[in-house]
């Protein structure tokens, strides 16, 4: 396992959680999204509707350089736990209710958590786990449920 991390924090409160990337399970994957966080992002993070306590935080435009229909599916949930950071695509016109595109990363922050949308059930690929300062990050998590919107920063750590 490579020592390659991530970081995400609450840019309002500064509050930092640190992530292990788990590159011999999901390997394409965390080599898409280490290339794509060379550079910091700041996104805003909202709550999930359907699938219990995560955030949701979006892979801005300026971050997408690799194309994410050549992904395999690797280490693949629907029933992750708190901590799991999870990679989910979704093209243009995938669902009938949501014509969108999506390059989204979840993290679950709580126990109860699922992969399930609109449609049912939505395997992911769990690509990470936060290793370090899950506790204080659940927290920030549970304010975007009273909230709303917080921006966080995610980028590679040292």
Known sequence: ??????????????????????????????????????????????????????????????????????????????????GDMLWFYQPKNFFKIDPDEFWEIGMFYGVGGRTFGPTGWIPCTYFARMTEGLDAIAEQCRLIRKEGVKTIELGRLG
């Open 1 to 82: 396992m490579t020592d390659k991390k991530l970081y995400l924090k609450f840019i309002e409160s500064g509050v930092q959680g640190i992530i292990s990337l788990y590159w011999e399970n999901a390997p394409e994957t965390c080599k898409a999204l280490w290339g794509a966080l060379e550079t910091p992002i700041q996104v805003p993070a909202s709550h999930a509707i359907f699938s219990g306590p995560e955030i949701m935080m979006g892979l801005p435009e300026s971050a997408r350089n690799f194309d994410p229909t050549a992904l395999p599916p690797e280490n693949q949930t629907v029933l992750p736990e708190p």
